[in-house]
């Protein structure tokens, strides 16, 4: 079974996690994944006695199905962080530009409305505010006002197509400002079903581990199998530099 397969096949039971359920990956995900992996061929060796100690047949079928589940999970979580890095570079590299064309807009409307006291209050209050969700907003505000009220752009000499540039660039902008708005991570879906499906694993990952800590604790050739690689180097590391 492939990893899409995989996904697909716990995707239902990891959506039925309650909250107080799910957990966050605390060592990076493909490394965890390896040892679900390394895991799954070091516990075969003890699979009987690990079974007659509790262990299920399916506990093992899930570690080796969600391991995969994860790795489609996180690719598709990395595909999603990737885009939301890129809008916010793109938000970076664009964003001062549209402030300026919104400024220059307010500039020529100020001069094209001065003579009329309704449409200047109206300009007036378009400009209040300079945050980005103003900014996007006046864009095409600025566009709707100048469309129906376009004679005295005209005579100032004023490019008519700037108005329509506006309101694209309005649904640009904001387009690109959805997705940056992604570093606020906690709001996507493909990051809940990540942590979701991490979740499972590390439900199957901590029954197998236990009861091997609990058959093998006098077997350190065999116990070592069932205790994080990961987590042992880096409480090395740690009392080798404290």
């Given at each position: 079974m492939g990893n899409k397969e995989s996904y697909d096949q716990?995707?239902?039971?990891?959506?039925?996690?309650?909250?107080?359920?799910?957990?966050?990956?605390l060592i990076p995900v493909g490394t965890y994944i390896q040892e679900a992996e390394d895991l799954f061929v070091w516990s075969a060796k003890d699979?009987?006695?690990?079974?007659?100690?509790?262990?299920?047949?399916s506990v093992f079928e899930n570690l080796n199905i969600c391991a995969a589940a994860l790795r489609h999970a996180q690719s598709l979580w990395n595909e999603e962080k990737k885009s939301r890095e890129e809008a916010e570079q793109q938000w970076l590299d664009e964003s001062p530009k549209a402030f300026e064309f919104r400024?220059?807009?307010?500039?020529?409307?100020?001069?094209?409305?001065?003579?009329?006291?309704?449409?200047?209050?109206?300009?007036?209050?378009?400009?209040?505010?300079?945050?980005?969700p103003d900014m996007i907003q006046d864009l095409n505000d600025l566009a709707v006002l100048g469309q129906n009220n376009i004679e005295p752009l005209k005579k100032i000499g004023f490019a008519e197509d700037k108005l329509g540039s506006a309101a694209e660039l309005s649904a640009k902008m904001a387009d690109i400002r959805?997705?940056?708005?992604?570093?606020?991570?906690?709001?996507?879906?493909t990051l809940d079903i990540r942590n979701r499906i991490y979740s499972l694993l590390k439900q199957n990952m901590d029954e197998i581990n236990n009861c091997g800590?609990?058959?093998?604790?006098?077997?350190?050739?065999?116990?070592?199998?069932y205790r994080s690689q990961y987590m042992k180097r880096k409480n090395e590391s740690y009392r080798n530099n404290n």
């Open positions: 716990m995707l239902e039971a990891a959506k039925s996690l309650t909250q107080d359920q799910i957990k966050k990956p699979k009987d006695q690990l079974m007659n100690a509790g262990i299920t047949e400024d220059d807009l307010l500039h020529a409307f100020r001069y094209a409305y001065r003579n009329t006291p309704a449409l200047l209050a109206n300009v007036a209050a378009i400009a209040e505010g300079d945050d980005i959805a997705l940056a708005n992604g570093d606020k991570y906690e709001s996507s879906e800590k609990y058959l093998f604790w006098k077997d350190p050739n065999r116990i070592k199998g």
